[in-house]
């Protein structure tokens, strides 16, 4: 090897047979440059050659893979295949190399010829039965793209172009004889820092002539990365959205720092003005907020059981109208409530219904009577109804704390609380028509518990929110101008139905749409003044005071009988017998005291019945 590079000699007349090449070759043949590019004139022809013999590729030598030259190859001349095992400069196998033919580069390695670049002036064909043409291309025709060249071949390029040209050539080499100066071939290539140096009796090589700048010159594919590589795959941003990015983000900003002024703004204008700007700022003590819940037995604790099932009745009559409150008894819709609640409406009225909630619904009478001032009225398609449990008015002791619930003056869900102040206050209520049908007989539960107009009808609770009596009546005071026309409010005498009577009673106005009194047989001079309850001369219809084969009439009751006491109870008048009586059930027993004629007598007595109005 000279230096890497062959040396020129002079190649073969036009017409003369090409020669042959080194012992061992294959018969494949290499394009050479002509011995003198005037005897050959303009052709430029090139005679073919025969390869030198193959041998081992030596590993210190030039690296097998090839530099890749500024111009495409042209396509290699179709020659039997022969495969050439390199190896790379990085003591890595090199791959094979197979249909390339080989040539010696004058260092005894042999390597693959380098195909002749495309856009180069090709010489013309000679005449010649093995000589291939090849045609130049046009010479405004501008160079073809350079595909990809065998790693081998661009070897043997470099290391054609690296060796001085005015060294002798081995024998059998191709000389540059004919090529151009400014020939790519020529122009200098590096080699790795692991090639081997030439050898010491070969002369050192002159500096390459300079060349044209190319691209691909100085390309060493074992060079170290400059930089790491920067392609992503991810797409370029463009200029303009680089600036939309950066108007999103200012817009950002200034949204988040005018929502940190105003919240901060918020916050001091928010101090300012609950404690003032300065000076002695005065800010009373308070106490937390306490849970909602209560305790049971407390009046709110009764009054928030309660209220569900509390409703408050506006009834629509064609000569008056009026208010009252009253209590559910059932899911089915059954509402109790006082007679004179909802007397008013009469036979075309109209019934109303409001529910704790809000809701409202229309009523229509299920039964009433006068004489118990009772009555049941029902709401249809109304779910969810809570029925108010029933306590016992038997075991109610005077003294027990009650609740009262209604609406006095149409101000609906008013809690009132009290005491039970006594016990069988025997009253009588109603009778405005003047003919004593609508008067009521009522063995009441008396409380001081604040009643008014409104409360009619409502529940009396216990301590746990048990109903224990029906708010009917009150008494008031004389407002003092006697016309007796002004509406009186409580002055602390309130009066309940016990709730064992208001049961009896509702039971029988929903089963059969009235209720039974229980009844004596007799008439009662309702004139006599003194102490007890006399019985009359005669009766109502002007027939005997004692009915025959009444109650009283089997029991053994005499016309002027004065009857003082019931079952051990002191009677004092008419009105109170009736109370006392009615405080019973039909088919009750009573023990009588009587006095007739200067004596005492006793007297049992089996109730009757008799219908209701």
């Avoid at 118990?372 to 704390?401: C, F, H, I, K, T």
């Amino acid at each position: 090897m000279d230096e890497g590079k062959p040396s020129a000699v002079s190649g073969p007349g036009e017409g003369t047979a090409p020669r042959t090449g080194p012992t061992g070759s294959d018969g494949d043949f290499l394009l050479g440059p002509p011995e003198d590019r005037a005897s050959v004139g303009e052709t430029d022809d090139f005679e073919l050659r025969p390869p030198a013999a193959p041998q081992d590729w030596d590993s210190s030598s030039t690296p097998p893979y090839g530099v890749p030259g500024p111009w495409a190859p042209a396509p290699p001349v179709q020659h039997p295949a022969t495969t050439t095992s390199v190896s790379s400069p990085h003591g890595m196998p090199g791959p094979e190399v197979r249909g390339v033919p080989e040539v010696p580069d004058g260092r005894g390695t042999v390597i693959p010829a380098p195909p002749m670049p495309h856009g180069s002036p090709t010489p013309a064909p000679r005449e010649g039965p093995d000589t291939p043409a090849f045609a130049p291309p046009p010479v405004d025709q501008p160079p073809a793209p350079a595909p990809a060249v065998c790693l081998a071949a661009a070897a043997a390029a470099a290391a054609a172009a690296a060796s001085p040209s005015d060294a002798p050539p081995p024998e059998g080499q191709p000389s540059d004889v004919g090529r151009d100066a400014a020939s790519p071939m020529d122009a200098p290539v590096p080699f790795p820092a692991s090639a081997t140096a030439p050898p010491a009796d070969q002369p050192p090589a002159s500096p390459p002539a300079p060349a044209t700048p190319n691209p691909w010159q100085n390309y060493d594919p074992w060079a170290p990365v400059p930089g790491p590589l920067q392609q992503t795959g991810a797409a370029m941003d463009t200029e303009g959205a680089r600036r939309r990015r950066a108007r999103r983000a200012l817009l950002v900003g200034a949204l988040l720092l005018a929502l940190v002024a105003g919240g901060i703004g918020g916050v001091v204008g928010a101090y300012l003005e609950r404690n003032g700007v300065g000076g002695d700022v005065v800010e009373l003590p308070q106490a937390e907020k306490e849970p909602a819940g209560r305790a049971p037995g407390t009046v709110a604790g009764i009054a928030s059981r309660a209220l569900p099932s509390v409703v408050t009745l506006h009834v629509t009559g064609a000569e008056e109208s009026g208010t009252g409150t009253g209590f559910v008894l059932d899911e089915r819709g059954h509402i109790l409530t006082n007679n004179h609640v909802v007397e008013p409406a009469g036979a075309h009225g109209a019934i109303s219904v409001t529910f704790q909630s809000g809701d409202t619904a229309e009523a229509t009478v299920v039964g009433r009577d006068s004489g118990y001032d009772l009555a049941v009225v029902e709401v249809s398609g109304v779910g969810g109804l809570r029925p108010m449990p029933l306590g016992n008015s038997d075991s109610v002791q005077v003294g027990d704390p009650v609740v009262a619930i209604g609406a006095p003056f149409d101000l609906e869900g008013t809690v009132t609380s009290g005491i039970i102040s006594a016990k069988e206050r025997p009253i009588t209520a109603g009778g405005e028509s003047g003919q004593g049908s609508d008067v009521s007989y009522v063995d009441a539960l008396q409380t001081d518990a604040p009643i008014n107009p409104g409360n009619s009808g409502g529940p009396l609770l216990d301590s746990r929110a048990r109903v224990i009596g029906i708010n009917s009546a009150i008494r008031s005071a004389d407002d003092g101008t006697g016309s007796g026309t002004g509406q009186a409010g409580s002055i602390g005498l309130g009066f309940a139905i016990p709730v064992n009577q208001a049961k009896r009673v509702a039971e029988e106005l929903i089963n059969t749409g009235r209720a039974t009194h229980p009844v004596i047989g007799v008439t009662l001079d309702m004139a006599y003044t003194g102490d007890g309850a006399r019985v009359g001369t005669k009766g109502s219809d002007g027939g005997p005071a004692v009915t025959a084969g009444g109650p009283g009439d089997k029991a053994g009751l005499k016309a002027g009988d004065v009857i003082t006491g019931v079952d051990g109870r002191h009677v004092h008048s008419g009105d109170e017998l009736i109370v006392r009586t009615r405080a019973h059930r039909p088919g009750d027993r009573l023990r009588l005291t009587l006095e007739r004629a200067g004596r005492d007598i006793t007297l049992t007595l089996t109730l009757g019945s008799s219908g209701g109005s």
